[in-house]
């Protein structure tokens, strides 16, 4: 693992799960992990009732634009987290895949998308506490 690790989050639409677990990882990490996300067909915009659940937590996603999957993105993470989505990721040696079996945002409303949130901010802190080797 590098030095500062490396995180990719990846969701079909790159619009809500992976956009929450990136921006969730980013603010507990405060810098200590660098944090990606990326779809393999990305969405035109963020889902906005997941950038209102997060917007709850003081988080603004509204400005992230998803973004399509890249072998770069890939290579250059130390942990791949896939969003319980059947999405194909490429597969390189060295790298630690995991799958999080996450509901799917997309056309709920807010009060759907809150245990969805919480559960990824679950995820999220001890994933941060593993990679730091410390609680999150």
Not at 59 to 82: Q, R
Not at 103 to 126: K, M, S
Request: overall charge negative.
């Amino acid at each position: 693992m590098n030095a500062k690790p490396e995180v990719l989050f990846v969701c079909v639409h790159n619009a809500g799960r992976s956009q929450m677990a990136a921006a969730l990882l980013q603010h507990y990490a405060l810098g200590r992990v660098t944090v990606r996300s990326a779809g393999s067909a990305p969405a035109d915009r963020v889902n906005p009732a997941a950038a209102e659940a997060l917007a709850e937590l003081g988080l603004d996603i509204t400005a992230e634009v998803p973004s399509k999957l890249t072998t770069e993105d890939v290579e250059a993470s130390d942990v791949v987290i896939t969003m319980g989505c059947g999405d194909t990721c490429p597969v390189f040696p060295g790298k630690r895949y995991l799958d999080w079996d996450l509901e799917d945002p997309a056309g709920q409303g807010v009060d759907a998308v809150r245990p969805i949130r919480d559960d990824i901010d679950r995820r999220v802190r001890a994933l941060l506490g593993e990679l730091l080797d410390q609680p999150a």
